[in-house]
């Protein structure tokens, strides 16, 4: 794979880094098609149950690493020597990155689709045709078939479509049944927790209430020290976004606590002082009150959220500096109640919480309307989380590996596919292996009518589209021209099932994806590829040379 250099040794002297250029026409389009195809190539090897995968050479040329997430691949890929080749690749880097920021998934398919496309539009324009008719054209063909796969998206209820999702990207049938074992339990939202086990084995559980990042606020109040756990059985709760720094300030607390008939109090805030951690332990030392305190991890909005689910869930009011307050402003009304709380070093963990049924619903309401209209990938992973803390239920699957590298790496997936079956919960699923593509090419073929240069492009998709399930097949060892043939005499839903060595109905098989992922992948695809193809000119920005001295 090639590497970066900062060098100009062994660049051509019309290429040096340090002077800006710009190259127009053919001189653009070619180099830049072949950067583009070079990355797309690369990834592609990777598709499907048998791709391999890529080696790239470490930085400091010591050892190697095997890649095989197409994600990973694009961000190790650096530099072509070729300023204007390295653009291309550069614009196939943008696409597949995307795809992974946005979904979690689909990025070595977007590239493969890409690739197809930007190949059957570069032979058309070097027949002569009109680059912004053929992108027009494409852009009607790709609307066609996402109406198409829209049209053949059904929703992911059954466990057995679940475990599909989970074991394309995790490529454990094992994991996978667990996985979707645990979602069938705790709902599409479920807060589901990856830890690393012991031995080879995978085992999961199940436990009452929420879960939220967070530690205790010192190890001087601890119930447990050797543990490292602060733990109240039935305790009040108060839930304040501020620093506590007086000792007053915890004392008016535990005063009505006390007023209150309770013996138990666990504060959860932003920070707690000294001389306020002093007057808890000098009281806990005395009683009647037996008071712990606990930080939520996260800053600023997002720890204020999490704090206000945190008083939903509990019944407690939710204080914050904010509104300007203060510890004084704290009553026995804004007190919760939990049947047990446990603070460590990486969790806060509520069970039992106190918190008005009608006010967790309309919030859980409210943060699914949300969710329905966020497109950011991150955000849409932090209302998950949200909505599945609300729900109340804990999920923990542990799985094991002969080694830590290859437990931490099954960690990693595990975690990377409960986040894009929870995409395919939301909005649905269509037949995987790259038979949805197959199954849209009818519509798309319908509306190529014609032989003018939009209808060329639409049937340039349709062979574009076959590409995820050719490459797929070809990965295995398969003849692609065959497979594509016989999905085709098989009917809709057909593609080849690479684990039996056959074409199959996917659905039956179990093998899905999700719908959103499918689509996105496709249009981010059609968009690059029109990009490159229709690419007058590229302007090379002067590179500052890197210099050792200051």
């Avoid at 249009?523 to 690059?528: F, K, L, T, V, W």
Wanted: with cysteine.
């Amino acid at each position: 794979m090639p590497t970066l250099s900062r060098s100009s040794a062994g660049r051509s002297a019309a290429q040096p880094l340090s002077v800006p250029s710009v190259v127009f026409g053919a001189d653009c389009r070619e180099p830049m098609r072949r950067g583009f195809d070079t990355l797309a190539r690369l990834l592609s090897l990777t598709l499907g149950p048998r791709g391999g995968n890529i080696v790239s050479q470490r930085v400091n040329a010591t050892g190697f690493e095997p890649l095989a997430d197409g994600a990973t691949i694009a961000r190790r890929f650096t530099d072509l020597p070729h300023r204007v080749e390295n653009a291309g690749a550069m614009m196939m880097r943008h696409i597949v990155w995307h795809m992974r920021e946005r979904f979690g998934d689909g990025s070595v398919t977007a590239a493969v689709l890409a690739r197809g496309i930007a190949r059957e539009l570069h032979r058309l324009i070097a027949g002569g045709a009109d680059p912004v008719l053929l992108q027009r054209g494409l852009d009607i063909g790709v609307q066609t078939a996402v109406a198409a796969l829209e049209e053949l998206s059904i929703p992911l209820t059954e466990p057995e479509h679940v475990a599909g999702v989970a074991r394309a990207v995790i490529e454990d049938p094992q994991v996978a049944q667990l996985l979707a074992e645990m979602i069938d339990v705790l709902g599409p939202y479920g807060n589901i927790l990856i830890q690393p086990g012991y031995g080879l084995g995978h085992t999961y559980g199940f436990r009452e209430g929420s879960r939220f990042p967070g530690e205790y606020i010192s190890r001087y109040l601890l119930s447990d020290k050797f543990r490292h756990v602060a733990a109240l059985d039935g305790p009040h709760v108060v839930v304040a976004d501020f620093h506590f720094e007086e000792p007053r300030h915890v004392l008016h607390l535990l005063d009505l606590v006390a007023q209150a008939g309770g013996d138990k109090l666990f504060i959860i805030c932003k920070n707690m002082w000294e001389r306020a951690i002093d007057a808890l332990l000098a009281a806990n030392s005395r009683g009647p009150v037996t008071a712990y305190a606990a930080r939520i991890k996260p800053v600023e909005d997002l720890r204020r959220d999490m704090m206000r689910d945190f008083a939903l869930l509990t019944g407690a009011g939710f204080i914050t500096d904010v509104a300007g307050m203060g510890p004084q402003d704290l009553t026995a009304a804004d007190l919760g109640r939990a049947e047990r709380l446990v603070a460590t070093e990486e969790y806060l963990s509520l069970v039992g919480g106190g918190g008005d049924a009608q006010s967790l619903d309309a919030q859980t309401a409210a943060l699914q309307s949300r969710l329905a209209l966020v497109e950011e990938r991150e955000e849409r992973e932090l209302l998950r989380e949200r909505i599945g803390r609300l729900q109340g239920g804990i999920g923990e699957l542990r799985v094991g590996a002969y080694t830590e590298s290859e437990r931490n790496a099954l960690v990693e997936r595990a975690a990377h596919a409960v986040k894009v079956v929870q995409v395919g919960l939301e909005g649905g699923v269509v037949p995987g292996g790259g038979a949805a593509y197959l199954d849209a090419v009818p519509a798309v073929e319908a509306a190529a009518t014609g032989h003018s240069e939009e209808a060329m492009a639409m049937r340039a998709l349709v062979r574009a589209l076959e590409e995820p399930a050719r490459t797929i097949a070809a990965n295995a060892d398969a003849y692609g021209p065959l497979v594509i043939n016989a999905c085709r005499e098989r009917g809709p839903g057909h593609a080849y099932d690479v684990g039996q060595g056959c074409v199959r109905d996917m659905m039956a098989a179990g093998i899905v994806d999700p719908t959103p992922v499918v689509k996105a992948a496709l249009e981010q695809a059609a968009s690059g590829a029109a990009m490159l193809i229709s690419a007058e000119a590229l302007v090379l920005p002067r590179t500052p040379q890197e210099s050792y001295r200051p």
